[in-house]
């Protein structure tokens, strides 16, 4: 008697699904890295407990085709959905193509895949995948490297430069530090010199790698003069990253950002910061169209676009999900993951009376 087919694995029909089967298959040093956050992790739960309190007034007899149109301009570009995955560091941790694959899933999907300066796969390769690739940056006290970085993005035609300004420092994730957290061998920041990566190898009792190497090489006094130079040293969009204040958007703009991101760094920066969703309203009022407003920190769904939509945002960046997918099933769990997001994208616009992207600016929000 044969023995009986096996039942076939049932693909994630949310985020969560991907997070349980990462959760599976990384250890658990790697997985507190990933989904940890600094502090008591009250910014995490802020962002979820903040967009869940977010409701959104669907519009009704609106002749709206169930296949709503998710697609659009973002930035300087065009995308399928209003879309950028996130930079996530070091994602060799969590399969052995790291950024590669997800660059691969990001271009099937027609969004932008934006490489972290402390990747584990250098740009020119990612770059060479055919997505559409942004590079981001974070303030190094050596400047020389930073634009040396900037000139092989736009040497490779990367299509944005990303700064992330609110990491003067690592912000003390507690799980990390427990952990005594290091960086395997085999995974290294390969866009940093050879003293960066060999102190990501070096285990300290109760402390993070990670958080020392950053300490050594990020510049804590960072200024918008800083800002000015690094406009002033590219033709490429300059996206600024961070920002919650209003009155910091409008500096940016002053300074020459084309985009900010409302974003508290997925709550693993400043452990008293707001949900980033309660700021992102003010920023877009305080812009008033200066420049292109995204929004992280917190988004695992479809309906979470919408709202960022709702509440004025260009589009966001998808973060966690992403590194979930890959740890799942490498580049066709990003793959999956993406088009996921896409499919509830594209019904809750349907099932809120939009037909596309513009109309779901133009819904009424309650609960924040």
Not at 231 to 247: F, H, I, M, Q, Y
Request: glycine residues 8%; charged residues 20%; proline residues 7%.
């Amino acid at each position: 008697m044969s023995a009986p087919d096996p039942v076939p694995a049932i693909p994630p029909v949310c985020a969560a699904d991907a997070e349980r089967l990462a959760a599976e298959r990384l250890s658990p040093q790697v997985w507190d890295f990933i989904a940890g956050g600094s502090g008591d992790e009250s910014v995490q739960a802020a962002n979820r407990a903040a967009l869940d309190r977010m409701r959104l007034v669907p519009r009704v007899l609106s002749a709206v085709p169930r296949e709503a149109d998710t697609s659009g301009p973002l930035l300087r570009g065009t995308a399928r959905m209003p879309v950028a995955v996130a930079p996530m560091a070091y994602q060799r941790l969590l399969h052995p193509d790291g950024e590669l694959a997800t660059a691969r899933a990001a271009r099937d999907a027609g969004v932008p895949f934006v490489i972290p300066m402390l990747s584990s796969q250098p740009l020119e390769r990612v770059a060479a995948s055919g997505a559409v690739v942004w590079l981001q940056l974070y303030w190094l006290r050596d400047r020389g490297r930073m634009l040396e970085l900037v000139r092989r993005a736009e040497h490779a035609g990367c299509a944005a430069v990303v700064v992330t300004v609110d990491v003067p420092f690592m912000g003390r994730r507690r799980r990390d530090l427990r952990n005594g957290f290091t960086l395997p061998p085999t995974v290294f920041p390969v866009h940093l010199g050879a003293e960066a990566a060999r102190a990501t190898h070096i285990r300290r009792s109760g402390s993070s790698a990670l958080a020392v190497h950053s300490a050594a090489d990020f510049d804590p006094f960072a200024g918008w003069a800083d800002l000015a130079w690094l406009r002033d040293s590219t033709e490429l969009p300059l996206v600024v990253k961070g920002v919650l204040a209003p009155r910091d958007a409008a500096l940016a703009v002053e300074h020459g950002a084309d985009a900010v991101v409302v974003s508290n760094h997925g709550g693993r920066q400043f452990a008293g910061a707001p949900a980033s969703i309660t700021a992102l309203r003010p920023v877009v009022e305080e812009v008033a169209g200066g420049c292109a407003v995204l929004f992280d920190s917190g988004v695992r769904d479809g309906m979470d676009v919408l709202r960022a939509l709702a509440c004025g945002a260009d589009g966001v960046m998808y973060g966690r999900p992403v590194l979930w997918g890959l740890a799942a099933d490498g580049e066709a769990g990003v793959r999956g993951v993406l088009d996921l997001l896409r499919a509830e994208l594209r019904e809750a616009l349907a099932l809120s009376g939009c037909a596309d992207v513009p109309a779901a600016r133009r819904l009424t929000t309650v609960g924040l």
